[in-house]
């Protein structure tokens, strides 16, 4: 590219100059965008009849669309099932059982439960490191206690 096709196209700062055909810039993008959105909103009707035929001859892709679009999956919100507290190990188990049965009853998706099981999960691992450095605090306490009687 020579000295003069750059000048025509760019700024003496590199940039390309305002009004360029070439400017990658978001003015030329949201063109595009529109075009592309005048473009499906006139092939909606045949577009959603295609998808239509498609699912009752039982394209399984052309259902799923269909029923995303009709039927949307819920946004993670609060479930309204019974939360069991968790105050330590022995909590755990009900609180885990509590999530299966909201899972198997429906009330929340299995995606809600699995995070909610990976929270419990996460928080089984800080109730363990708890009990251990409680543990090895009195293990240590004992054994300077035994230590001094010995004295």
């Known amino acids: 590219m020579s000295d003069d096709s750059f000048a025509d ?15 990658p810039g978001q003015p030329r993008a949201r063109d595009q965008m529109a075009a592309l959105e005048q473009r499906v909103a ?13 699912a009752k001859a039982g394209n399984v892709k052309a259902i799923e669309m ?3 679009r009709i039927w949307p ?3 993670a919100g609060r479930s309204r099932s019974r939360r069991p507290k968790i105050r330590g190990t ?3 188990v009900p609180a885990t059982a509590a ?3 909201a899972v198997l009853n429906g009330d929340v998706t299995p995606r809600e439960g699995a995070e909610a099981a990976r929270m419990i999960q996460a928080h089984g691992s800080v ?7 409680q543990g090895m605090l009195e293990f ?5 206690r035994q230590r001094a009687e010995r004295r």
Do not use: K
Not at 9 to 23: E, L
Not at 42 to 54: G, K, M, Q, R, V
Not at 127 to 133: G, R, T
Not at 140 to 144: I, R, V
């Open 90 to 92: 022995s909590d755990l």
């Open 66 to 68: 269909l029923l995303n």
């Open 42 to 54: 006139e092939a909606s009707d045949e577009s959603i009849e295609a998808a239509l035929t498609a």
């Open 73 to 75: 999956a819920r946004a």
């Open 9 to 23: 196209f760019r700024q003496a700062d590199g940039r390309f100059a305002t009004g360029n055909p070439d400017d």
């Open 99 to 101: 999530i299966i049965n």
């Open 140 to 144: 240590e306490e004992e054994g300077a």
């Open 127 to 133: 109730i363990d490191l708890v009990d251990h450095e």
